[in-house]
């Protein structure tokens, strides 16, 4: 059974960094993609960055490209999501989330398995 735990989520000040890790079990993911999204109250869930397990391909949403950098530790079966310049308008609950690569890219539809999520908050 496929399982992701994410992690490292808390409360910075706006211009701060954060990095979350996404931990997965289950299988083998090497034909998979890992996509980050997020949800703020009151608004659906988006996407934010992805990476495939074997190629290690990104991608990012408009909004944090250049901020977020997706990454992935084959080896601990561990994605992360580094987060800089945190904006007030980052808050949100992040998720984890899988999806076989070929599927492509932001569409939440896609993604079969998801993490429970961990909540970001960023103060001005």
């Known amino acids: 059974q496929v399982q992701l735990v994410e992690s490292g989520g808390g409360l910075v000040q706006a211009g701060e960094s954060l990095r979350l890790s996404c931990a997965a079990s289950?299988?083998?993911?090497?034909?998979?993609?890992m996509g980050w999204f997020r949800q703020a109250p009151g608004k659906e869930r988006e996407f934010v960055a992805r990476?495939?397990?074997?190629?290690?391909?990104?991608y990012y949403a408009d909004s944090v490209r250049g901020r977020f950098t997706i990454s992935r530790d084959s080896a601990k079966n561990t994605v992360y999501l580094q987060m800089n310049s945190l904006k007030p308008e980052d808050t949100a609950v992040y998720y984890c989330?899988?999806?076989?690569?070929?599927?492509?890219?932001?569409?939440?539809?896609?993604?079969?398995?998801w993490g429970q999520g961990t909540q970001v908050t960023v103060s001005t």
């Open positions: 289950g299988r083998t993911f090497n034909n998979y993609a």
């Open positions: 990476i495939t397990w074997s190629a290690g391909l990104t």
């Open positions: 989330a899988t999806t076989p690569a070929y599927r492509g890219g932001t569409n939440a539809r896609n993604y079969d398995y």
